[in-house]
């Protein structure tokens, strides 16, 4: 009873690990479902949920043999991401770790895909990175908790409208570029003038709220591109060098507004660290803003390594912490799409 298999099928991408009680990656595949959404710009649910049916079965078969466990023999249990998510695509992981667990007689642990996205941080560390502020920055995803434990987590604050990577995403797809487009929008960003364009950081000077909002900072980009009321992104000519400015600047004020609430949520609560996870975790300039704000406040940084950053099944370590406090489910659960807001 050495390894646990997580499964992961929250939003567009199906993934399984196995891992060892260190933390050891066994085996892990990922298949993006990139394909399935690029031609719509965006992350179709019904797509979604269709393609994980086609992939889960290859990708955890593949995995456990990769592994070259026996999973009737060497399994602690199946764990698997039940929330926050697309209603269709957890389903699919759900109904599969459930019918996993029967086959091979194991319990089932649920898990919190936030969380785990947080959880990344405790890679390639040996004491625990618990109590932290854990701040997760994703596609779906922009939220502070205060982490009393791997089990304890409190809500602090995010966003009341669009998700960080959200928003760059939905800005890639104004300025011409392949979703998603955060990695695009990065790249570009390097060859812009972050100050060329006077783009809104909203909610960064109410000092009263660890909440966020980036849809007016996305329609402002679209009120400067293409003014009020036009929509027509595809007749919009740009130079080369707009574009990148275009990138540069609202890269920088996106990255502001994160790097203000992260400050704000480590004042509020004192703690002395801060663990960053999500996809637009790997952002390098977002990086570099948050290490800056460490090193000048003084506190231990740890942002979720690379390879970790966006939609995978490694992260679902966090399952270790469940089987230790012996916090399994029942067959019967149900998956939990939504997020509570102020939970
Ligand atoms: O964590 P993730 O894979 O999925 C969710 O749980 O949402 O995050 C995907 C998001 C997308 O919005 C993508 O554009 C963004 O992460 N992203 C980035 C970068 N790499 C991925 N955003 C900015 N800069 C990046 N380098
Ligand atoms: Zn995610």
New binding site residues.
């Given amino acids: 009873m050495r390894t646990i298999l997580t499964i992961e099928t929250?939003?567009?991408?199906t993934a399984a690990a196995v891992l060892d009680r260190d933390r050891n990656v066994l085996a892990s595949q990922v298949a993006s479902q990139q394909e399935v959404h690029e031609r719509y710009q965006g992350v179709v649910p019904e797509l979604a949920a269709r393609a994980h049916l086609e992939r889960i079965v290859p990708i955890v078969a593949g995995t456990i043999a990769d592994s070259g466990i026996d999973p009737a023999r060497d399994l602690a249990a199946v764990a698997v991401a039940i929330e926050p998510?697309l209603p269709g695509s957890l389903l699919v992981g759900l109904s599969a770790a459930k019918a996993l667990c029967v086959a091979w007689n194991k319990p089932l642990v649920a898990i919190n895909?936030?969380q785990a996205?947080i959880y990344a941080c405790q890679f390639g560390r040996k004491e625990t990175i618990f109590p932290c502020v854990g701040f997760?920055?994703?596609?779906?995803?922009t939220n502070l908790y205060h982490c009393h434990s791997a089990n304890r987590w409190q809500y602090l604050g995010g966003t009341i409208d669009d998700?960080?990577?959200?928003a760059?995403?939905k800005v890639?797809v104004m300025l011409g570029l392949p979703?998603?487009?955060?990695?695009?929008?990065?790249?570009l960003a390097k060859s812009g003038n972050a100050k060329a364009y006077n783009l809104p950081r909203p909610m960064v000077s109410d000092h009263s709220t660890l909440n966020l909002s980036f849809s007016g900072l996305k329609t402002a980009v679209r009120y400067h591109l293409v003014g009020t009321g036009k929509q027509d992104f595809q007749s919009l000519v740009l130079s080369d060098q707009q574009r990148a400015d275009m990138a540069a600047s609202f890269?920088q004020a996106?990255v502001d507004c994160v790097v203000a609430k992260a400050q704000l949520a480590m004042q509020r609560t004192g703690l002395r660290r801060m663990c960053v996870?999500?996809?637009?975790?790997?952002?390098?300039?977002?990086r570099m803003s948050l290490q800056n704000l460490a090193d000048r406040k003084k506190f231990e940084l740890l942002i979720s390594p690379l390879e970790l950053?966006?939609?995978?099944a490694v992260m679902g370590a966090i399952a270790w912490e469940k089987v230790d406090s012996g916090d399994f489910s029942p067959l019967d659960i149900d998956i939990q799409p939504g997020l509570l807001r102020g939970e």
């Fill in positions: 929250t939003c567009d991408e998510g895909h936030v996205h997760v920055v994703s596609g779906g995803h998700a960080v990577g959200e760059f995403d890639a979703y998603p487009g955060g990695p695009h929008i990065s790249r890269q996106a996870g999500g996809g637009v975790a790997a952002n390098e300039s977002l950053c966006t939609d995978n």
